[in-house]
């Protein structure tokens, strides 16, 4: 069976490099090479014609979305998925609009990343429902926004997309692994975003959090 052929963008030499060097690891991942800028992403796109780049958002000159643009325009059945943060949600909706394949966290677990990889492969979509009613102010589609928390309205004001999610996820009795599985989060950033979400809930802990909710 082929490899799975990736090519990394990214601007960061330490993280490219290292990140090729855990998918390497997997025989049916390879590596074709790593680009330092948007204009090396077109490039070796062109040269190694790989299944899947993974595109850094924000790099210099050429940036992540001018990049996916060309590519997709060149090469419209080559996958991309994007690289960011949580706090790139207008860029991640704008790469959607324009083709990408979805996105992962730079943050992500090793596994959280192959397996993404993988799913990409397999014709998925790497988007978790937290970014869904974001997506479909920018693609005009509709989708099912998430559901309102039992919670008072000033508390779920004060409340991220991700962190009223993870409420839902919360009392659905998902643990932190399973919470990270569903929001391609690692399990650390999964533990942050519990931590703070329990000091804007009041509570210490997840049992006192879900005895909270569960009584209203």
Known sequence: MNPINVLIADDQTIFCEGLAALLDLEQDIKVVACAANGSEAIEFAEKHRPDIVLMDLRMPGVGGLSA???IKGKFPVMKILM??????????????????????????DADQIIRGIR?????????PASFHTMLADHLGTSH?????????????????????????????????K????????SVGTVKNYLSQLYKKLNVRSRREALAMLKNR
């Open 144 to 176: 099912e926004s998430v559901p309102q928390s039992p919670l008072p309205d000033a508390v779920r004001n004060a409340l991220t997309r991700t962190e009223e999610e993870m409420l839902h996820l919360l009392l659905d009795g998902k643990k932190n």
């Open 68 to 70: 996916t643009r060309m």
């Open 83 to 108: 690289l960011t943060t949580f706090s790139d949600d207008e860029y991640i909706a704008e790469s959607m609009k324009i083709g990408a394949s979805g996105y992962l966290l730079k943050d992500a």
């Open 119 to 127: 799913d990409c492969y397999a014709g998925q979509l790497l988007l």
């Open 178 to 185: 399973e919470i990270a599985k569903e929001l391609y989060l």
